[in-house]
């Protein structure tokens, strides 16, 4: 470690003073800090890095100067003797005398878990609880693995830390690009609260970005909702099948799909069947007219969900055997595409709706997107769309 005074020049106030900072350098990291002193050129020694004069206020200053320098060194060789980690923003907190504690990554993971399940039910989901667990484990895995260690002050995260979680990330987590982006955007999240908090001055990580890629949004042909619809299927698939395909006829996902009941339906000015939820992901509502396909299914279960007691639309079982269930179904029909939930979703914005030519900000609304920006990653029109618009074109032309 090096220690350094020295005057800033640069900055001079009314008097002609110039306030005299401390550096501390540790291998490649540096810090500086105020030491709350002002003195005017003439009064500063750099060589010695003391203040010029045996006045009363000078050797006040220098005292404070070598107290400074005492305690970096001090808290320095307390923490290599405790083989703790040294950081310059550590020995920075200490000589200051900060009252807050050196808040760690996982306490600070840890208070945004709990934050957040305190909103689970009104603007947080518990899926969203779920992916700031699992970023803990991961860095939890990481910390232990690659850095022999338990825990990781916040004060000590560099740019070097975030790369090469990122790195561990893509080989021992074997994720996608795609995986990493949103994995780090869970943890920029994090130590942006830790900012707010003011357990850390500034982002660690300034020269870290990550974008994710563009990917194609899957989604089923029409005539693979048909056939989906007409296969005959055991009962336990069956209802896996209406599930699905209430999805492709509203946009729900499964989050939204799962808390349906008959507070969510009204009568529009149209006199339809409408559907009216805030969105279990962002809060945000969607506006959906029940198409007869869609009002098919609730009636069919209107009767079973009554004799049941249930006060929801729809016989929802977990969003994992729904899924699993729809395997089985992708199976029997032959179809290659993965079936899952949120197919049911991209399915409605794409095949249902954008590729019949309901305008963009309808589709917005229905889906419950925050801006069109989001709704626009499925609006690539399929090719089945372009030959239907040039044929058209062609019948006017002739």
């Not at 020694?45 to 206020?57: A, K, S, T, W």
């Not at 987590?173 to 707010?196: C, D, E, F, W, Y």
């Not at 989906?228 to 499964?254: M, N």
């Not at 029997?332 to 309901?358: C, D, E, P, Q, Y």
Request: aromatic share 10%; proline share 3%; glycine share 4%.
């Amino acid at each position: 470690m090096k220690v350094l005074f020295w005057l800033y020049k640069s900055r001079v106030n009314s008097k002609g003073t110039s306030p005299v900072k401390m550096r501390i350098t540790i291998n490649a990291d540096r810090i500086d800090f105020s030491t709350s002193i002002e003195v005017s050129k003439e009064k500063w020694d750099q060589q010695d890095q003391r203040v010029r004069g045996m006045d009363e206020l000078a050797i006040q200053y220098n005292n404070t100067l070598s107290t400074l320098r005492s305690l970096a060194w001090d808290c320095y060789n307390k923490k290599l003797r405790n083989k703790q980690p040294v950081t310059v923003e550590l020995i920075k907190a200490e000589i200051l005398g900060r009252d807050k504690p050196n808040y760690t990554i996982l306490e600070a993971i840890d208070f945004q878990v709990a934050n957040l399940t305190a909103r689970v039910g009104n603007d947080v989901s518990i899926n969203t609880v779920k992916k700031y667990k699992t970023i803990k484990l991961k860095v939890t895995d990481f910390l232990q693995s690659k850095l022999r260690r338990n825990d990781y002050y916040l004060l000590e995260l560099s740019n070097k830390f975030i790369f090469d979680f990122d790195s561990y990330l893509r080989t021992d987590g074997k994720l996608s690009h795609n995986a990493v982006a949103k994995n780090m955007q869970q943890l920029k999240r994090v130590i942006t609260v830790s900012i707010q908090n003011e357990w850390l001055p500034k982002d660690p990580f300034p020269n870290y970005r990550i974008t994710p890629k563009e990917t194609e949004r899957g989604f089923l042909s029409l005539e693979e909702v048909e056939l989906i619809s007409k296969v005959v299927l055991i009962e336990r698939l069956d209802k896996v099948r209406d599930v699905f395909l209430f999805c492709c006829f509203t946009g729900l996902s499964y989050a939204d799909v799962s808390k349906l009941n008959p507070y969510h339906l009204f009568t529009g000015e149209d006199g339809h069947t409408w559907i009216k939820i805030s969105r279990t992901k962002t809060g945000t509502q969607s506006l959906i007219p029940v198409i007869p396909q869609a009002l098919f299914i609730l009636d069919k279960y209107k009767p079973v969900m009554n004799n049941a007691n249930s006060e929801l639309l729809l016989p929802i079982i977990s969003n994992q055997n729904l899924n699993k269930y729809l395997k089985e179904i992708g199976e029997i029909t032959g179809i290659k595409k993965r079936l899952s939930m949120h197919l049911g979703r991209h399915t409605f914005a794409t095949t249902i709706t954008l590729n019949k030519g309901v305008d963009i900000v309808s589709v917005s609304k229905m889906l419950g997107h925050k801006n069109l920006k989001v709704t626009q990653v499925y609006a690539k029109t399929s090719m089945l769309k372009i030959s239907d618009d040039m044929k058209r074109f062609f019948r006017s032309d002739s």
